[in-house]
């Protein structure tokens, strides 16, 4: 882990010496779905702030990606508010500042194929977003493309969660305690309906506790989060990685099962052993984009 460099600016906080970063490889990537284009970087919540996320190159141009070695930084506009040194390190922590990627990188490219991999796509990263958030947008996504996901996250948020200027935060379990499974259908989710609901009841009554998770080895923690109806192995798995930095966690949807199948006949190669999950997004969007 390295220590997250950065400046506090008004209503910014400038994060420097960032390097292999990509905006729309991250955001777009299918990890996380209520950040959009806005500005010349992104927009969404982080910490339930607003903020307006840029990249600037060595001229301090605003650029969709930087790569590794140049003296780039990384802008976060808190819209509303004014940021502390405590949610500038959180939100750096979210913003995955805090990892090494290069040295990760460095590790997995000694196998050749996954050289492959992150050299078509070497800005992504995994996102360390809020747990509860993370858990109810993975039940969603079940069966479900991105396009569709994003419009009922954003459906539940408009009706049930906090207005922040001109959108509204994702709601809290607690503002997510009075829905129905009758109301979940009648918002469109479907077979997820029931899903949802006891998500959110078993959240809400510490069933589902998110300290413990974060206390549990992979495989525990696995089979904790699989106690809800309708979260199985793939779920779970999203949830641990993006959520609970578990880079063990390696979700397995039909890309990830043919590009293994196809690249990696032979099982995980070790040179990405630990950090299985992290991999995952570079094999992801590889396959999407070449197989």
């Given at each position: 882990?390295?220590?997250?460099?950065?400046?506090?600016?008004?209503?910014?906080?400038?994060?420097?010496?960032?390097?292999?970063?990509?905006?729309?490889?991250?955001?777009?990537?299918?990890?996380?779905?209520?950040?959009?284009?806005?500005?010349?970087?992104?927009?969404?919540?982080?910490?339930?702030?607003?903020?307006?996320?840029?990249?600037?190159?060595?001229?301090?141009?605003?650029?969709?990606?930087?790569?590794?070695?140049?003296?780039?930084?990384?802008?976060?506009?808190?819209?509303?508010?004014?940021?502390t040194e405590s949610e500038a390190?959180?939100?750096?922590?979210?913003?995955?500042?805090?990892?090494?990627?290069?040295?990760?990188?460095?590790?997995?490219?000694?196998?050749?194929?996954?050289?492959?991999?992150?050299?078509?796509?070497?800005?992504?990263?995994?996102?360390?977003?809020?747990?509860?958030?993370?858990?109810?947008?993975?039940?969603?996504?079940?069966?479900?493309?991105?396009?569709?996901?994003?419009?009922?996250?954003?459906?539940?948020?408009?009706?049930?969660?906090?207005k922040v200027g001109d959108t509204?935060?994702?709601?809290?379990?607690?503002?997510?305690?009075?829905?129905?499974?009758?109301?979940?259908?009648?918002?469109?989710?479907?077979?997820?309906?029931?899903?949802?609901?006891?998500?959110?009841?078993?959240?809400?009554?510490?069933?589902?506790?998110?300290?413990?998770?974060?206390?549990?080895?992979?495989?525990?923690?696995?089979?904790?989060?699989?106690?809800?109806?309708?979260?199985?192995?793939?779920?779970?798995?999203?949830?641990?990685?993006?959520?609970?930095?578990?880079?063990?966690?390696?979700?397995?949807?039909?890309?990830?099962?043919?590009?293994?199948?196809?690249?990696?006949?032979?099982?995980?190669?070790?040179?990405?052993?630990?950090?299985?999950?992290?991999?995952?997004?570079?094999?992801?969007?590889?396959?999407?984009?070449?197989?």
């Amino acid at each position: 882990m390295n220590n997250i460099q950065f400046v506090l600016n008004t209503d910014k906080i400038i994060y420097t010496s960032v390097g292999d970063y990509n905006l729309a490889d991250t955001f777009e990537c299918g990890q996380a779905f209520r950040f959009d284009p806005y500005n010349g970087g992104y927009r969404g919540f982080i910490e339930k702030q607003l903020c307006h996320i840029t990249l600037q190159n060595e001229n301090g141009q605003n650029v969709p990606a930087v790569k590794d070695g140049e003296n780039a930084t990384l802008t976060v506009q808190l819209m509303h508010t004014l940021p502390t040194e405590s949610e500038a390190i959180k939100i750096g922590q979210f913003l995955s500042l805090d990892t090494d990627y290069t040295a990760l990188k460095k590790q997995f490219a000694e196998n050749e194929i996954m050289a492959k991999a992150i050299e078509f796509a070497p800005g992504i990263r995994v996102l360390n977003q809020d747990f509860f958030e993370t858990l109810i947008t993975f039940i969603i996504s079940q069966n479900n493309n991105i396009p569709r996901i994003k419009q009922l996250c954003d459906r539940i948020s408009e009706k049930y969660g906090t207005k922040v200027g001109d959108t509204c935060a994702f709601p809290t379990a607690e503002q997510m305690r009075c829905i129905t499974e009758q109301d979940y259908k009648d918002m469109k989710f479907g077979f997820r309906a029931k899903y949802l609901a006891d998500a959110v009841a078993k959240v809400l009554n510490g069933e589902v506790d998110e300290a413990v998770v974060k206390s549990l080895s992979y495989e525990d923690a696995q089979e904790y989060l699989m106690q809800i109806k309708g979260v199985g192995p793939k779920v779970a798995d999203c949830v641990l990685l993006f959520s609970c930095r578990q880079y063990r966690s390696f979700p397995k949807d039909v890309w990830i099962k043919k590009a293994m199948a196809q690249l990696f006949p032979d099982g995980i190669p070790k040179e990405i052993e630990g950090y299985e999950g992290i991999a995952q997004q570079y094999i992801f969007h590889y396959a999407r984009h070449t197989l």
